[in-house]
């Protein structure tokens, strides 16, 4: 099948009645720009058409019917006016006809169809788009309730939103584009299963972005366009549906075809329905976690850092999912800034080289060949006790990181190369003993599987404190002196340093 159209703009004409200084209405500015922005990544100004006259009583017929056959792309831009339209409902439809007719709606698992929400449509959407995540311009006020449109305005206070949904829109249509324009077959038809997919798109891997909560909707977005711009899938790219077994069994079947899943922890309780305790968020991760077997496999758990979650049910989620090992076994926890999380991610998903691969599995460790390194972590109050045990360490011929310098970049360098990690608490605060916890969560994903030789957690009396005293852990060992730093109380870290050297060699 030859085109002669990019992209069709199927569109309620009464939305684009409110004209602006310039005479132009909101559709009319978003055909502009997108077509600006496809200019810009494709390379080459592609065909943006979309049919500026009023319907007729001449129901799809002649020239548009030919425009839509010989067209590859369509976005749908919803609102009220738009699904009760009996002209826009047919130009939609026509097009899903005659793509079926001639190939498919789906190009190497990507939709030729692409939903935009200018404003949310009461009761079912269309079902021809109806599984789409698509692209809204709308924000609900979580107050009242209510759809706010993102300002689509130039100038210098210009609304955000609205430029980087533009963008992964834009991101989005170029793919198909080019896999279209790549194509040497018939595309295949969309799978009698939504969420089974039978072969996974030509892309760097498959990403699944787990479901988050309103507050996060517009980071989550924003890494969305991120990974989509370096051409990696993401997922989910459907609804998921809202019963839990079937919402479970869809979020497993995502999970399969994905290499890394993300998971954003927000503010608010993400509750899988009214009245429903289940928490989507805490379900992602649980079924993410099932996958914990598979090496090709990684997560990512992230949180703002000014994050302050009011909800009761919210806030024992996050203490319980920075206390269990379990969930973050092998998993990274980031508590960092967005455009941090971003670069993070891209550099973990960055493919190793296969003979790098193989030298790793068979170290634990960091590998250099030279003397055992210690990365020691102290709190400023107990930086004396703290010198007296990288003394001890240092006479035995291990080589001793302080953590004196509390830059980000040297704490996370050194639990990435160190052998071994010993964090000593004596008169520091007892919260700053249960944020060290973190840290073995990060080293996990920063060490990329790669196992500390020794880990423990060294714990020095007076003073004595309930949280000190009832200190466990199932990822570290723990150590005690009952009166200030004692030599003996490290035996069991140094045994258990000789035991992994051994057992690597």
């Not at 005479?23 to 979309?50: A, C, M, N, S």
């Not at 001449?58 to 006016?81: C, D, E, F, N, W």
């Not at 988050?212 to 790219?237: A, C, G, N, W």
Request: one cysteine or more; aromatic letters at 10%.
């Amino acid at each position: 099948m030859s085109f002669e159209d990019d992209v069709f703009i199927s569109y309620r004409h009464h939305n684009n009645e409110l004209k602006d200084h310039n005479g132009k209405g909101w559709v009319d500015h978003f055909h502009e720009r997108l077509e600006f922005q496809l200019t810009e990544i494709l390379g080459y100004q592609p065909k943006v058409w979309r049919d500026t006259r009023m319907p007729g009583n001449v129901y799809i017929a002649g020239h548009l019917h030919h425009k839509l056959q010989s067209t590859r792309v369509m976005v749908s831009i919803l609102s009220p006016g738009y699904v009760n339209s009996a002209w826009c409902m047919g130009e939609l439809q026509e097009f899903c006809r005659l793509a079926r007719a001639s190939g498919g709606l789906e190009i190497d698992g990507r939709q030729r169809v692409f939903k935009v929400v200018k404003i949310p449509v009461p009761g079912p959407e269309p079902s021809e788009v109806k599984d789409q995540v698509g692209f809204p311009f709308h924000v609900i006020n979580h107050a009242t309730q209510e759809p706010e449109e993102f300002g689509h305005e130039l100038g210098a206070n210009k609304d955000q939103r609205y430029w980087k949904r533009l963008s992964s829109l834009a991101w989005a249509i170029r793919n198909v584009i080019v896999a279209m324009n790549d194509q040497t077959q018939t595309p295949r038809p969309t799978p009698a299963n939504a969420f089974a997919q039978a072969k996974v798109r030509v892309s760097k891997g498959a990403v699944y972005l787990a479901e988050t909560t309103s507050d996060l909707h517009e980071q989550r977005e924003e890494i969305k366009s991120e990974l989509e711009q370096h051409d990696y899938e993401v997922l989910p790219d459907k609804v998921l549906p809202l019963p839990s077994p079937t919402y479970e069994q869809a979020v497993k079947d995502y999970l399969k075809r994905a290499r890394l899943s993300v998971h954003l922890i927000g503010a608010h309780y993400a509750a899988l329905s009214e009245g429903d305790g289940s928490n989507i968020s805490q379900i992602q991760i649980e079924l993410a976690v099932q996958r914990h077997d598979d090496p090709a496999f990684a997560r990512l758990i992230w949180m703002p850092p000014d994050l302050r979650a009011t909800d009761a049910r919210q806030q024992s989620f996050i203490r319980e999912l920075k206390a269990d090992s379990e969930t973050q076994r092998l998993a990274d926890l980031r508590v960092e800034k967005l455009a941090d999380l971003k670069t993070f991610l891209l550099k973990k998903l960055a493919p190793i080289p296969r003979e790098q691969r193989n030298i790793d599995a068979m170290k634990t460790g960091n590998g250099h060949g030279g003397p055992e390194t210690v990365y020691l972590v102290y709190d400023a109050d107990d930086r004396d006790e703290a010198r007296m045990a990288e003394e001890y360490l240092f006479k035995r011929g291990y080589e001793v990181f302080l953590s004196q310098d509390w830059s980000k970049q040297s704490h996370e360098r050194f639990l990435k190369l160190c052998d071994s990690l010993l964090i000593y608490h004596c008169k520091g605060n007892d919260g700053w003993l249960n944020d060290r916890r973190v840290d073995l969560l990060y080293a996990c994903g920063l060490r990329e599987g790669k196992k500390f030789h020794a880990k423990a957690f060294y714990l020095s009396a007076p003073p004595e404190t309930e949280i000190k005293n009832r200190f466990r852990s199932n990822d570290a060992l723990v150590l005690r002196s009952s009166n200030g730093f004692d030599p003996s109380a490290l035996a069991e870290f140094i045994n258990e340093i000789n035991r992994a050297k051994g057992a690597a060699q």
